[in-house]
């Protein structure tokens, strides 16, 4: 138990490094730039209480905001995304439930489950970001257009990484 | 009293979501002055050595072009020289005159790389390295061989946080070279290429191509310097045009800088400070 408590802390503290390092500097034409960070809502143990899924959201978006220096987006964003993952999680769950000691990965249910899952809570998290950022109804396309495109090249190397990272 | 607590234990996950939720919007609209130069102080800290060290990996990839740019420059700086009778409007001195300054010798240029960038947001930000221990301060102005980028905001011992043109805080006075029809340039978080000039009234007569300067009236960038030329325009709300200005400064390549400092400018926010009181 405490090794997926502190696997997770490290997780934590490595995604955001990861962001910031290598992500936050791939920005190509403009409108693309990948949120990796939110891997870590999407890998918390099943078992993970609310208050705890809430709070280390809150957290995490607050780290990601103070060194990208924008003030609360990303906190907002990631807070609603954490919010939306059990709803997400019952509605994909298979006919008997989740195995006990299994992880939301590939490894454990596959390339579909694992893609719809996380594609859907992505979506919700960058439509949420872009409409806060942008924030004015008569760009609603160009919040659309972002929110498409960088959730297919987050989801994309969110999947990958189920390959290259987390194998099992 | 028991039902009421009982109902808050069943609901606290959608309880403790909105207020997390709250907060981190309270922290979206309340966005003050003060909170910005604090995540600015702190996360200037937590990322500039390793920006720096990034950033010389980064440099490499556009040698080619910022090679050309030098190249450009220099072609530019020698005709300058040869060419005794033209009017230098824009001069690169590389000592600082603290003695005597004439008005054509008010601002002094620095030169500073850029550790981190961005384009893609709403609200972007570049890092600079060169800050205090080189006399920089808030509110200089920023170039590049090009044009102009944008004016520091903040500033630590070696290092600036710059308020890029492709900053939705951002506005800069400028106009139309030639006619000197002053307006404000902001940007609308579109394109990083393009920013929008407004309050330019629709009698006068503009152009596609035509060049868009600093008009020079704030404090903070010298006069003339090139921003961009119109890329389009068309008549707006009221008598104004909305003009959209496509950039000299490309900021997805962008590598150095320069940092102006203006002399006078202490002199001039003090003089124009006494007359807004009165």
């Known amino acids: 138990m405490i090794r997926i408590y502190l696997r997770n802390i490290i997780r934590f503290f490595i995604l955001i490094f990861v962001q910031i390092i290598i992500f936050d500097n791939i920005q190509l034409g403009g409108n693309i730039s990948p949120y990796i960070y939110v891997l870590f809502i999407i890998l918390m143990p099943f078992e993970i209480q609310g208050w705890g899924l809430l709070l280390s959201a809150f957290f995490l978006g607050l780290g990601i905001d103070i060194l990208l220096l924008s003030p609360g987006f990303h906190t907002a964003a990631t807070v609603l995304m954490a919010f939306l993952r059990p709803f997400v999680l019952q509605s994909f769950a298979p006919r008997d439930g989740y195995d006990l000691g299994s992880f939301p990965r590939v490894y454990y249910y596959g390339l579909g489950w694992f893609a719809k899952y996380s594609i859907i809570l992505i979506f919700f998290h960058h439509l949420f970001l872009f409409s806060l950022e942008i924030f004015r109804f008569s760009d609603i396309f160009l919040i659309l257009w972002k929110t498409v495109l960088n959730t297919l090249i987050s989801g994309l190397l969110i999947i990958l990484s189920q390959y290259f990272v987390f194998k099992k | ?278």
């Open chain 2, 1 to 278: 009293m028991r039902t009421l607590f009982r109902l808050i234990v069943k609901n606290y996950f959608v309880l403790l979501f909105l207020l997390l939720e709250g907060i981190s919007l309270a922290l979206v609209f309340q966005y003050n002055p003060f909170h910005k130069s604090f995540f600015l102080t702190f996360s200037r800290n937590m990322t500039n050595g390793m920006n720096t060290r990034i950033s010389t990996i980064r440099d490499y990839f556009f040698l080619q072009e910022e090679n050309e740019r030098l190249n450009n420059e220099n072609v530019y700086l020698r005709n300058k020289l040869s060419d005794s009778t033209s009017i230098v409007y824009l001069s690169y001195p590389n000592y600082e005159d603290t003695i005597g300054f004439s008005n054509n010798n008010r601002f002094s240029f620095k030169p500073g790389e850029i550790v981190k960038n961005s384009i893609s947001r709403q609200y972007n930000y570049i890092t600079i390295k060169i800050g205090e221990a080189d006399s920089i301060a808030a509110n200089m102005a920023v170039i590049s061989s090009e044009g102009i980028v944008g004016m520091v905001m903040e500033t630590s011992k070696n290092f600036s946080t710059v308020q890029p043109l492709i900053n939705r805080n951002s506005k800069v006075g400028a106009k139309i070279r030639g006619n000197d029809y002053f307006g404000i340039l902001f940007w609308d978080g579109r394109n990083p290429e393009i920013v929008q000039l407004s309050e330019i009234p629709v009698h006068v007569e503009i152009q596609v191509g035509d060049t868009i300067v600093t008009s020079g009236y704030s404090s903070i960038y010298p006069k003339d310097l090139p921003i961009g030329v119109i890329k389009e325009f068309q008549k707006g709300q009221g008598n104004f045009y909305t003009i959209d200005v496509r950039l000299f400064v490309n900021f997805r390549t962008i590598n150095h800088v320069m940092v102006i400092n203006n002399f006078l400018q202490k002199e001039q926010k003090e003089l124009e400070r006494e007359i807004s009181y009165d």
